[in-house]
C-alpha cells in the first residue's frame, strides 16, 4: 500500500512548497492579505526547512526521522484543508479557498501511501 518512496516524496516536498509560497500569485488572492495569504506562506517555508531537516535522500542536514515527517505533513495539511473555516475564508472566490483544500487533501493522499523509511544505500566495498 505505501507505494511512494521517499526519495520520490522528498522531491514532492519541495515542489509543494514552493507551490505554497507561490500559490496567493499564482491563483491570484494575493493582493487581498490576511491568512489566506498568510498560511500557505508559512507552511510552504515551514516544508521546505523541515524537509532539509528530515532523514531522507533529499534532507542534507538529516537527524528528523522519517515517520515524524510524515506526521508533520498530516498535521499541517489538515491545518491548510481546514483553514478556509478556521479564518473564515471560505465564503471568499474558490481561487481562495480552494487551493488550500485541494493541496491539503493531496498531500495527506502522499502521506498515506508514502513508505515511512528511506531505502537503505549500498555502499562500496573496496
Not at 38 to 54: D, E, H, M, N, W
Not at 72 to 88: H, K, N, Q, R, T
Request: hydrophobic share 60%.
Amino acid at each position: 500500500m505505501r507505494f511512494i518512496p521517499t526519495k520520490v516524496h522528498g522531491i514532492l516536498d519541495y515542489i509543494v512548497g514552493v507551490a505554497l509560497i507561490a500559490a496567493p500569485w499564482l491563483f491570484g488572492f494575493a493582493s487581498m492579505g490576511g491568512p489566506a495569504v498568510i498560511i500557505p506562506i508559512v507552511l510552504g517555508v515551514g516544508l521546505i526547512v523541515y524537509s532539509l531537516f528530515t532523514k531522507y535522500e533529499w534532507g542534507p542536514f538529516g537527524f528528523i526521522p522519517m515517520p515524524v515527517h510524515l506526521v508533520f505533513d498530516i498535521v499541517a495539511s489538515l491545518f491548510l484543508a481546514l483553514s478556509p473555516w478556521i479564518f473564515g475564508f471560505a465564503n471568499q472566490a474558490p481561487n481562495v479557498w480552494l487551493p488550500h483544500v485541494v493541496v491539503g487533501i493531496a498531500v495527506i493522499v502522499v502521506v498515506i501511501f508514502s513508505q515511512p523509511q528511506p531505502a537503505r544505500v549500498k555502499t562500496a566495498t573496496a
